[in-house]
């Protein structure tokens, strides 16, 4: 009897955490962490803002916010942006860390950024022209993808 309910318990707890995990809330911007709100003020003021949520993880929260064009930012807990997709501009270059830019230019001078993701094994970047390049932290050219 006493694994049953231990059992049950357990159980009832992963569909507590799953179910808790993954629910979306619309809030406002100035509901976002101080870095996101700064990021956005300086980055993307001119934009107007259709939509901000916050998604609870199990331990974290992540928030995205969606402009009217269409562009998208995702942000961390911390609101350190880890993704932004400009489906109706380019990525701001101040956003872009100078070395993957001037590679950018360099090797693809006609083309512009359109998405730029981050996470802890580096960056990888969408050009306008579809291609995808994957960067290391230290700004290293690690893979193509056409």
């Not at 809030?27 to 870095?35: A, H, S, Y």
Request: proline share 3%.
């Amino acid at each position: 009897m006493k694994k049953l309910a231990l059992i049950l318990t357990c159980l009832l707890t992963v569909f507590t955490v799953v179910a808790f995990a993954g629910n979306d809330k619309v809030i406002t911007v100035k509901q976002l962490p101080n870095n996101a709100q700064l990021f956005l003020k300086s980055h993307f003021n001119a934009n107007k803002v259709a939509l901000v949520k916050m998604e609870n993880k199990i331990i974290t929260k992540d928030y995205e916010v969606t402009f009217v064009n269409g562009n998208k930012i995702d942000f961390d807990s911390n609101g350190n942006w880890e993704e932004i997709d400009c489906k109706a501009t380019v990525v701001p270059k101040k956003v872009v860390p100078v070395k993957i830019y001037n590679y950018v230019k360099s090797n693809y001078p006609k083309e512009k950024i359109v998405k730029i993701e981050r996470d802890r094994k580096g960056y990888a970047i969408k050009l306008s022209n579809r291609m995808e390049l994957d960067f290391n932290n230290n700004f290293q050219l690690t893979e193509i993808d056409r």
